[in-house]
């Protein structure tokens, strides 16, 4: 028996490290999955990976910023499975290292518009299902930089700050639905996100060290683990919680 | 095949609602659990669910705050199950409400001795075990009132916020170790321990008033699959959190 068994989990940012291995976890554990990412190469290969391993699950190509997509996708989602108890939130823009007097305001928006706006977007058209399902479980992917700062990343940290919040204001209102919103905040973990600012996964850890006494990157199952966990309703008296995923960092 | 398999887990105040719950779904799910509680009785009726439910499991009356007796307890763990890996703190002194003036320095004395010096008392001796083993676990029950306040408990929230801070203190130093700290921080959950300080579960209920989103106190297994996660290698990356299991409570 799955832990997710007769669940319908909607994954955004399921072409990506964290969000494609939670998917494929989702999957694992028996949940119908609608796998969501802009980039149609790889979430097709994600949901494929679901189906190959004996799951079920669809690619849907959508950018979480377009509500008239998301809605349809949402939608579809729930017309393919029958019906949405979980949504996984974890698209985020890549933006560039800058501090913010050098940031454009371009920039600021867009990082914005993926990182918090598309998880309202999100919301928005789940939330009528859960409603309906009777039940449901929001998992917001926010960061440790959501709760301390990161240098040359104003954008970031304060879209990830407003992820924190948008959980807890979602799990305050919906309480009384059996609507449960928490957040997980990643410490550094194993992927290609991170070769972006870093020349390999050695730098990465270097440049972390005093933050991370286990001297690892976490690895992005661990946080599709902990994902399965609040998805499941084994955390059904947890809500509006900042699960950090960090090997300590933040306690340092 | 069971979440625990093949881990021995020390659980003190098993005797109790919450610990109790804990221990017995970490034996259900394939751990051997030594059962600690200052009251045989409790302690002993633990182990014996766990046993008749097929599971393994020893009961050792005995006081956290009693040094030598809670060395002797480890080491018969270890000698009855062959290593240690687990530990799950909960034991918390029932005092009466009183705001600081007027509350005896003996109560204070007794609260931060059972609820924070106990916890040192078996870190201190799990620790050596854990180092020998390659890894552990430990899962401190704090409390929603380790992180806010609650009126007239002066001793009781110093000590869990205490706790909070001492499984961060252990995360930071024995990551090397392989050995993870984190605590529980449990909302008003159903259990006999609330009515030492209020007429009834009704009482309850009415006195948290509007911030029991789910307009219901929690239940003790909603703690305990929270400590199974944290117990199992799915939250290998998780260490030094908060794990705030109050339905939002905190969030409002
Ligand atoms: N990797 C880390 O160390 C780390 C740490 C903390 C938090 N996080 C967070 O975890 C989440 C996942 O990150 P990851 O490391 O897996 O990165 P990733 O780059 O592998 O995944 C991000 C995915 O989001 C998709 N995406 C971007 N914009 C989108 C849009 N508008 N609509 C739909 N999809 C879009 C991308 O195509 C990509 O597949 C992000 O929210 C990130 O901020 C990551
Ligand atoms: N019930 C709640 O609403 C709630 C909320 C937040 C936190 N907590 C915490 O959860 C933990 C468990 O509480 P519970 O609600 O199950 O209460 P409980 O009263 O059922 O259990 C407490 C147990 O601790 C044992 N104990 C007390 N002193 C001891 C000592 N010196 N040595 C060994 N054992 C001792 C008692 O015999 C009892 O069995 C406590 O730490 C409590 O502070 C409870």
Excluded at chain 1, 204 to 215: D, N
Excluded at chain 2, 102 to 119: A, F, H, Q, R, Y
Aim: charged share 25%.
């Amino acid at each position: 028996m799955g832990r997710l068994e007769e669940k319908v989990a909607f994954v955004t940012a399921a072409g990506g490290a964290i969000a494609g291995a939670t998917a494929r976890q989702f999957g694992e554990e028996g949940a119908a999955v609608a796998c969501v990412d802009i980039v149609e190469e790889n979430v097709k290969e994600t949901a494929a990976d679901i189906e190959a391993a004996g799951g079920k699950a669809i690619a849907i190509t959508c950018d979480v910023t377009d509500e008239a997509a998301v809605k349809d996708a949402i939608d579809k989602t729930a017309s393919t499975f029958g019906k949405l108890d979980i949504v996984f939130n974890a698209a985020a823009f890549p933006d560039p290292l800058l501090p913010l007097h050098e940031l454009d305001l371009d920039i600021w928006r867009k990082t914005f518009d993926v990182n918090i706006t598309g998880m309202f977007i999100v919301t928005k058209h789940a939330i009528p299902h859960m409603l309906e399902a009777g039940s449901g479980s929001f998992i917001n992917i926010s960061s440790i930089y959501g709760a301390r700062s990161a240098r040359k990343r104003p954008a970031y940290c304060s879209s990830k700050g407003a992820v924190r919040m948008l959980s807890k204001s979602i799990a305050v209102d919906y309480a009384e639905h059996n609507i449960r919103a928490n957040s997980i905040l990643p410490g550094p973990i194993e992927t290609p996100r991170l070769l972006v600012a870093n020349k390999n996964m050695d730098d990465v850890i270097e440049r972390h060290r005093p933050h991370l006494p286990a001297a690892r990157l976490g690895q992005p199952e661990e946080i599709a683990q902990t994902a399965v966990f609040l998805a499941s309703d084994e955390s059904s008296f947890m809500s509006g919680n900042d699960c950090f995923v960090d090997g300590a960092y933040n306690a340092l | 095949m069971g979440r625990l398999d093949g881990k021995v887990a020390f659980v003190t105040a098993a005797g109790g609602a919450i610990a109790g719950a804990t221990a017995r779904l970490f034996g259900a799910e394939g751990a051997a659990v030594c059962c600690v509680d200052i009251v045989e009785d409790n302690v002993g009726q633990t182990a014996s669910d766990i046993n008749e439910a097929g599971g393994k499991a020893i009961a050792i009356p005995c006081d956290v705050t009693d040094d030598d007796a809670i060395k002797a307890a480890v080491d018969k763990t270890v000698s009855e199950f062959g290593k240690l890996d687990v530990c799950f703190n909960a034991a918390a002194y029932s005092e009466k409400r009183h705001r600081l003036a007027e509350m005896p320095l003996d109560m204070w004395k007794s609260v931060i001795d059972v609820n924070l010096t106990g916890m040192f008392i078996v870190a201190r001796h799990v620790i050596p075990e854990m180092q020998k083993a390659g890894g552990g676990s430990i899962i401190n029950v704090s409390s929603i009132y380790g992180v806010v306040g609650a009126k007239e408990r002066p001793a009781y929230c110093a000590a869990k916020g205490g706790v909070r801070m001492l499984s961060k203190s252990i995360a930071v130093d024995y990551a090397e170790d392989k050995i993870r700290a984190n605590s529980i921080m449990p909302g008003p959950i159903e259990t006999p321990r609330l009515l030492v300080r209020n007429p009834s579960i009704e009482a309850v209920i009415e006195r948290h008033g509007t911030r029991l989103h789910q307009k219901r106190l929690g239940k003790p297994e909603e703690i305990a699959q929270t400590a199974l996660f944290l117990a199992s290698d799915e939250s290998s990356f998780t260490s030094g959190a908060d794990m705030v299991v109050d339905a939002a409570y905190t969030a409002f």
